[in-house]
Protein backbone atom coordinates (compact mmCIF):
# COMPACT_ATOMS: atom_id res chain seq x y z
CA UNK A 1 0.00 0.00 0.00
CA UNK A 2 1.25 3.68 -0.77
CA UNK A 3 2.55 5.64 2.00
CA UNK A 4 0.21 7.69 1.01
CA UNK A 5 -2.76 6.36 2.15
CA UNK A 6 -1.53 5.15 5.17
CA UNK A 7 -2.75 6.65 8.86
CA UNK A 8 0.27 8.13 10.64
CA UNK A 9 0.32 6.70 14.26
CA UNK A 10 2.49 10.10 15.23
CA UNK A 11 -0.31 12.59 16.72
CA UNK A 12 -2.94 9.85 17.60
CA UNK A 13 -4.31 10.22 21.37
CA UNK A 14 -3.66 7.41 23.76
CA UNK A 15 -7.22 6.34 23.18
CA UNK A 16 -7.47 6.04 19.68
CA UNK A 17 -4.06 3.62 19.62
CA UNK A 18 -6.01 1.27 22.12
CA UNK A 19 -8.93 1.43 19.71
CA UNK A 20 -6.69 0.21 17.08
CA UNK A 21 -5.17 -2.41 19.57
CA UNK A 22 -9.18 -3.45 20.59
CA UNK A 23 -9.91 -3.93 16.49
CA UNK A 24 -7.28 -6.22 15.81
CA UNK A 25 -7.65 -8.78 19.13
CA UNK A 26 -4.29 -7.38 20.27
CA UNK A 27 -3.39 -7.87 23.63
CA UNK A 28 -4.70 -4.56 25.76
CA UNK A 29 -1.05 -3.72 26.91
CA UNK A 30 0.02 -3.54 23.19
CA UNK A 31 -1.03 -0.39 23.38
CA UNK A 32 0.75 1.33 25.81
CA UNK A 33 3.89 0.14 24.32
CA UNK A 34 2.74 1.40 20.84
CA UNK A 35 1.86 4.60 22.26
CA UNK A 36 5.34 4.64 24.07
CA UNK A 37 7.53 3.97 20.49
CA UNK A 38 5.12 6.66 18.78
CA UNK A 39 6.49 8.87 20.97
CA UNK A 40 10.25 8.29 21.95
CA UNK A 41 11.87 9.76 19.53
CA UNK A 42 11.78 9.59 15.83
CA UNK A 43 11.21 5.88 15.09
CA UNK A 44 9.88 3.27 12.62
CA UNK A 45 6.95 0.46 13.50
CA UNK A 46 9.97 -1.96 12.33
CA UNK A 47 11.96 -0.23 15.60
CA UNK A 48 9.08 -1.54 17.76
CA UNK A 49 11.57 -4.40 19.27
CA UNK A 50 8.87 -5.58 22.08
CA UNK A 51 6.10 -5.91 19.69
CA UNK A 52 5.53 -9.75 17.76
CA UNK A 53 6.80 -9.89 14.04
CA UNK A 54 3.11 -10.31 13.28
CA UNK A 55 1.96 -7.10 15.03
CA UNK A 56 4.47 -5.23 13.61
CA UNK A 57 3.38 -6.20 10.11
CA UNK A 58 -0.47 -5.63 10.61
CA UNK A 59 0.38 -2.30 12.13
CA UNK A 60 2.32 -1.72 8.96
CA UNK A 61 -0.27 -2.70 6.54
CA UNK A 62 -2.00 0.31 7.52
CA UNK A 63 -0.31 2.66 9.57
CA UNK A 64 3.11 4.71 9.47
CA UNK A 65 4.87 6.94 11.11
CA UNK A 66 5.75 9.89 9.52
CA UNK A 67 7.86 12.71 9.97
CA UNK A 68 8.40 16.44 8.04
CA UNK A 69 11.78 16.50 6.47
CA UNK A 70 14.58 18.98 6.74
CA UNK A 71 15.07 20.20 3.28
CA UNK A 72 17.64 22.93 4.32
CA UNK A 73 19.07 24.20 7.23
CA UNK A 74 20.64 27.75 8.07
CA UNK A 75 22.50 28.70 10.93
CA UNK A 76 23.18 31.97 12.08
CA UNK A 77 26.27 31.40 14.28
CA UNK A 78 26.60 34.97 16.19
CA UNK A 79 23.09 34.42 17.54
CA UNK A 80 23.67 30.53 17.96
CA UNK A 81 19.80 30.53 15.61
CA UNK A 82 19.44 27.71 13.47
CA UNK A 83 16.42 27.53 10.66
CA UNK A 84 14.89 24.91 9.36
CA UNK A 85 13.04 24.76 6.35
CA UNK A 86 10.66 21.30 6.72
CA UNK A 87 9.01 19.72 3.72
CA UNK A 88 5.18 18.04 4.62
CA UNK A 89 4.20 15.15 3.40
CA UNK A 90 2.17 16.63 0.41
CA UNK A 91 5.32 18.54 -0.27
CA UNK A 92 4.51 22.22 1.26
CA UNK A 93 7.31 23.65 2.48
CA UNK A 94 7.30 25.31 6.18
CA UNK A 95 9.80 26.84 8.70
CA UNK A 96 10.89 26.47 12.48
CA UNK A 97 13.45 28.39 14.15
CA UNK A 98 15.62 27.36 17.15
CA UNK A 99 16.68 29.97 19.48
CA UNK A 100 19.53 28.78 22.03
CA UNK A 101 19.41 30.53 25.51
CA UNK A 102 21.47 29.52 28.48
CA UNK A 103 18.55 28.13 29.72
CA UNK A 104 17.84 26.00 27.12
CA UNK A 105 16.70 25.62 23.39
CA UNK A 106 13.45 27.00 22.60
CA UNK A 107 11.55 26.45 19.26
CA UNK A 108 9.63 28.80 17.24
CA UNK A 109 7.03 26.41 15.07
CA UNK A 110 4.79 27.14 12.31
CA UNK A 111 1.00 26.62 12.77
CA UNK A 112 0.10 27.15 8.87
CA UNK A 113 1.62 26.84 5.67
CA UNK A 114 1.32 30.43 4.29
CA UNK A 115 -1.39 32.66 6.39
CA UNK A 116 -4.20 34.60 5.10
CA UNK A 117 -3.91 37.39 7.93
CA UNK A 118 -2.54 39.55 5.62
CA UNK A 119 -0.28 41.36 8.05
CA UNK A 120 1.74 44.28 5.88
CA UNK A 121 5.28 43.60 7.24
CA UNK A 122 5.23 39.97 7.04
CA UNK A 123 6.40 37.60 4.25
CA UNK A 124 3.97 34.80 5.06
CA UNK A 125 0.87 37.10 4.15
CA UNK A 126 2.63 36.93 0.54
CA UNK A 127 1.07 33.78 -0.74
CA UNK A 128 -1.93 33.44 1.03
CA UNK A 129 -2.64 30.19 3.08
CA UNK A 130 -1.93 26.67 1.81
CA UNK A 131 -3.60 25.14 4.92
CA UNK A 132 -3.78 24.31 8.09
CA UNK A 133 -0.88 22.20 9.87
CA UNK A 134 -2.22 19.42 11.98
CA UNK A 135 -1.61 18.83 15.41
CA UNK A 136 0.95 15.95 14.28
CA UNK A 137 2.98 18.38 11.91
CA UNK A 138 3.18 21.30 14.57
CA UNK A 139 4.67 18.40 17.03
CA UNK A 140 6.98 16.74 14.54
CA UNK A 141 8.77 20.23 14.41
CA UNK A 142 9.31 19.72 17.92
CA UNK A 143 11.14 16.22 17.46
CA UNK A 144 12.69 16.69 14.01
CA UNK A 145 14.86 19.28 15.27
CA UNK A 146 15.24 17.76 18.32
CA UNK A 147 16.17 14.39 16.70
CA UNK A 148 18.51 16.94 14.69
CA UNK A 149 20.91 18.85 17.56
CA UNK A 150 20.74 16.03 19.80
CA UNK A 151 18.63 18.46 22.47
CA UNK A 152 15.61 18.89 24.17
CA UNK A 153 13.71 21.58 23.30
CA UNK A 154 12.65 23.40 26.29
CA UNK A 155 10.36 26.15 25.37
CA UNK A 156 8.18 26.49 21.89
CA UNK A 157 6.40 29.97 20.81
CA UNK A 158 3.85 29.71 18.11
CA UNK A 159 5.20 32.57 16.53
CA UNK A 160 6.38 30.95 12.74
CA UNK A 161 4.00 31.76 9.35
CA UNK A 162 0.56 31.18 10.28
CA UNK A 163 -2.07 32.55 12.91
CA UNK A 164 -2.44 29.57 15.36
CA UNK A 165 -6.06 30.65 16.40
CA UNK A 166 -7.11 30.94 13.11
CA UNK A 167 -6.40 26.54 13.22
CA UNK A 168 -7.96 26.84 16.58
CA UNK A 169 -8.86 22.66 17.08
CA UNK A 170 -5.33 21.88 16.03
CA UNK A 171 -3.34 24.11 18.06
CA UNK A 172 -5.54 22.64 20.80
CA UNK A 173 -4.67 19.30 19.87
CA UNK A 174 -1.02 20.41 19.57
CA UNK A 175 -1.13 21.68 22.84
CA UNK A 176 -2.73 18.62 24.65
CA UNK A 177 -0.01 16.55 22.91
CA UNK A 178 3.27 18.64 23.74
CA UNK A 179 1.89 18.64 27.43
CA UNK A 180 1.62 15.10 27.82
CA UNK A 181 3.88 13.06 30.19
CA UNK A 182 4.09 10.45 27.47
CA UNK A 183 5.41 12.98 24.44
CA UNK A 184 7.27 15.76 25.73
CA UNK A 185 5.61 16.93 28.83
CA UNK A 186 6.11 20.51 27.92
CA UNK A 187 4.93 22.63 30.75
CA UNK A 188 2.32 24.99 29.83
CA UNK A 189 4.21 27.75 31.01
CA UNK A 190 6.95 27.31 28.61
CA UNK A 191 4.65 27.38 25.89
CA UNK A 192 3.51 31.15 24.04
CA UNK A 193 0.81 31.23 21.68
CA UNK A 194 0.94 34.42 19.79
CA UNK A 195 -1.99 35.96 17.99
CA UNK A 196 -2.59 38.96 15.49
CA UNK A 197 -5.40 39.51 17.16
CA UNK A 198 -8.68 37.19 17.01
CA UNK A 199 -10.51 38.06 19.68
CA UNK A 200 -13.10 35.44 19.86
CA UNK A 201 -10.95 32.92 19.79
CA UNK A 202 -8.62 34.62 22.75
CA UNK A 203 -11.52 34.07 24.91
CA UNK A 204 -12.03 30.71 23.97
CA UNK A 205 -8.79 29.69 24.53
CA UNK A 206 -8.81 31.27 27.85
CA UNK A 207 -11.62 29.27 28.86
CA UNK A 208 -10.32 26.02 27.28
CA UNK A 209 -8.14 25.70 30.26
CA UNK A 210 -4.96 25.16 28.26
CA UNK A 211 -2.70 27.88 30.53
CA UNK A 212 -0.57 28.90 28.20
CA UNK A 213 1.39 32.33 27.48
CA UNK A 214 0.06 34.71 25.43
CA UNK A 215 1.36 37.29 22.88
CA UNK A 216 -0.57 39.47 21.09
CA UNK A 217 1.18 41.20 18.04
CA UNK A 218 -0.07 45.00 18.45
CA UNK A 219 1.77 47.10 16.01
CA UNK A 220 0.07 50.80 16.33
CA UNK A 221 -2.48 52.18 19.71
CA UNK A 222 -4.50 53.41 17.30
CA UNK A 223 -7.40 51.89 15.47
CA UNK A 224 -7.21 53.37 11.52
CA UNK A 225 -3.53 52.54 11.26
CA UNK A 226 -4.33 49.17 12.71
CA UNK A 227 -6.12 48.14 10.11
CA UNK A 228 -3.72 49.45 7.59
CA UNK A 229 -1.01 47.11 9.27
CA UNK A 230 -2.49 44.43 9.99
CA UNK A 231 -6.37 43.68 8.50
CA UNK A 232 -7.41 41.46 11.29
CA UNK A 233 -8.39 44.62 13.06
CA UNK A 234 -11.30 45.09 10.64
CA UNK A 235 -13.11 42.38 12.31
CA UNK A 236 -11.94 42.77 15.68
CA UNK A 237 -11.67 46.25 16.82
CA UNK A 238 -8.43 47.84 19.30
CA UNK A 239 -11.26 47.45 22.31
CA UNK A 240 -12.51 44.05 21.50
CA UNK A 241 -8.87 43.18 21.70
CA UNK A 242 -8.16 44.55 24.74
CA UNK A 243 -11.11 43.10 26.50
CA UNK A 244 -10.45 40.18 25.19
CA UNK A 245 -6.73 39.92 26.52
CA UNK A 246 -8.15 41.64 29.89
CA UNK A 247 -10.56 38.93 29.86
CA UNK A 248 -7.25 35.94 29.05
CA UNK A 249 -5.17 37.65 31.93
CA UNK A 250 -7.80 37.59 34.55
CA UNK A 251 -8.73 34.41 34.04
CA UNK A 252 -5.46 32.58 33.90
CA UNK A 253 -3.20 34.91 35.96
CA UNK A 254 -0.91 35.03 33.12
CA UNK A 255 0.72 37.97 31.83
CA UNK A 256 -0.29 39.05 28.00
CA UNK A 257 3.10 40.31 26.48
CA UNK A 258 2.01 42.55 23.46
CA UNK A 259 4.77 42.54 20.34
CA UNK A 260 5.36 45.55 18.93
CA UNK A 261 7.37 45.73 15.79
CA UNK A 262 8.90 49.51 15.32
CA UNK A 263 8.29 50.58 12.06
CA UNK A 264 10.24 53.46 11.52
CA UNK A 265 8.30 56.64 10.80
CA UNK A 266 5.36 54.82 10.99
CA UNK A 267 4.92 53.92 14.58
CA UNK A 268 7.69 54.79 16.32
CA UNK A 269 6.56 58.47 17.13
CA UNK A 270 6.34 59.83 20.73
CA UNK A 271 2.13 60.40 20.04
CA UNK A 272 2.45 56.28 19.33
CA UNK A 273 4.04 55.78 22.70
CA UNK A 274 1.94 57.90 24.53
CA UNK A 275 -1.33 56.55 22.80
CA UNK A 276 0.49 52.67 23.48
CA UNK A 277 1.15 53.89 27.56
CA UNK A 278 -2.63 55.07 27.99
CA UNK A 279 -3.76 51.68 26.19
CA UNK A 280 -2.28 49.56 28.27
CA UNK A 281 -2.03 50.93 31.33
CA UNK A 282 -4.33 48.71 33.25
CA UNK A 283 -3.57 45.35 31.70
CA UNK A 284 -1.39 42.65 33.11
CA UNK A 285 1.08 42.72 30.40
CA UNK A 286 4.29 43.28 29.15
CA UNK A 287 5.24 45.67 25.77
CA UNK A 288 8.05 43.69 23.67
CA UNK A 289 9.68 46.38 21.34
CA UNK A 290 11.09 44.55 18.31
CA UNK A 291 13.14 46.92 15.97
CA UNK A 292 11.66 45.77 12.58
CA UNK A 293 13.67 43.03 10.25
CA UNK A 294 13.35 45.04 7.51
CA UNK A 295 14.14 42.20 5.21
CA UNK A 296 10.71 40.99 5.50
CA UNK A 297 9.76 43.96 3.19
CA UNK A 298 12.57 45.95 2.05
CA UNK A 299 9.91 48.65 1.59
CA UNK A 300 9.84 49.59 5.37
CA UNK A 301 12.29 50.50 7.58
CA UNK A 302 12.99 49.20 10.62
CA UNK A 303 13.27 52.13 13.30
CA UNK A 304 16.79 53.25 14.65
CA UNK A 305 18.47 52.48 17.42
CA UNK A 306 17.66 56.00 19.26
CA UNK A 307 14.02 56.02 18.38
CA UNK A 308 13.84 52.42 19.73
CA UNK A 309 15.35 53.90 23.10
CA UNK A 310 13.11 57.00 22.90
CA UNK A 311 9.95 54.82 22.24
CA UNK A 312 10.79 52.49 25.43
CA UNK A 313 11.42 55.16 27.87
CA UNK A 314 8.07 57.53 27.04
CA UNK A 315 6.59 53.47 28.26
CA UNK A 316 8.63 52.93 31.33
CA UNK A 317 8.09 56.50 32.68
CA UNK A 318 4.77 55.61 32.78
CA UNK A 319 5.62 52.26 34.75
CA UNK A 320 4.79 50.06 31.22
CA UNK A 321 7.41 46.99 32.07
CA UNK A 322 8.69 47.27 28.28
CA UNK A 323 11.97 44.87 26.97
CA UNK A 324 13.30 44.98 23.70
CA UNK A 325 14.22 42.04 22.08
CA UNK A 326 17.20 41.62 19.77
CA UNK A 327 16.12 40.41 16.12
CA UNK A 328 17.61 37.58 15.78
CA UNK A 329 18.44 35.36 13.21
CA UNK A 330 18.17 38.58 10.16
CA UNK A 331 21.14 37.08 8.23
CA UNK A 332 19.21 34.02 7.79
CA UNK A 333 16.22 35.34 6.72
CA UNK A 334 14.59 34.23 9.92
CA UNK A 335 11.97 36.57 9.70
CA UNK A 336 8.60 35.09 9.66
CA UNK A 337 7.90 33.57 6.75
CA UNK A 338 10.77 34.77 4.84
CA UNK A 339 13.20 31.57 4.01
CA UNK A 340 10.18 29.79 2.40
CA UNK A 341 8.99 32.49 0.12
CA UNK A 342 12.63 32.73 -0.93
CA UNK A 343 12.61 29.10 -1.74
CA UNK A 344 9.48 28.96 -3.64
CA UNK A 345 11.22 31.47 -5.74
CA UNK A 346 14.28 29.99 -6.07
CA UNK A 347 16.38 32.61 -4.78
S1 LIG B 1 2.42 38.20 11.14
FE1 LIG B 1 1.53 36.22 11.69
S2 LIG B 1 -0.68 36.55 11.45
FE2 LIG B 1 0.31 38.23 10.33
S3 LIG B 1 0.48 37.49 8.22
FE3 LIG B 1 2.39 36.94 9.29
S4 LIG B 1 2.09 34.85 10.00
FE4 LIG B 1 0.06 35.70 9.52
Not at 176 to 197: A, F, P, Y
Not at 206 to 214: E, H, T
Amino acid sequence: MDNIHKKNLFGMSKAEIEEIVKKNNWQAYRAEQIYGWVYQGIGQIDAMSNLPGHIREELKQQYDIFHLQIIEKFEEKKTKTTKYLLRTEDDLLIEAVLLRYKHGNSLCISSQAGCNMACVFCASAIGGLQRNLSAAEMLSQVYVTEEDTGKKISNVVMMGSGEPLDNYENTIGFLELVSDKNTRNLSKRNITVSTCGIADKIVLLADSGAGVNLSVSLHSPFQEQREKIMPVARKFSLKELMEACRYYAEKTKRRITLEYALISGVNDTPEHALALAQLTKTLHCLVNLIPMNEASRPSLKGSGEKNVAAFAEILTKRQITVTIRRTLGSSINAACGQLRSGFYKGD
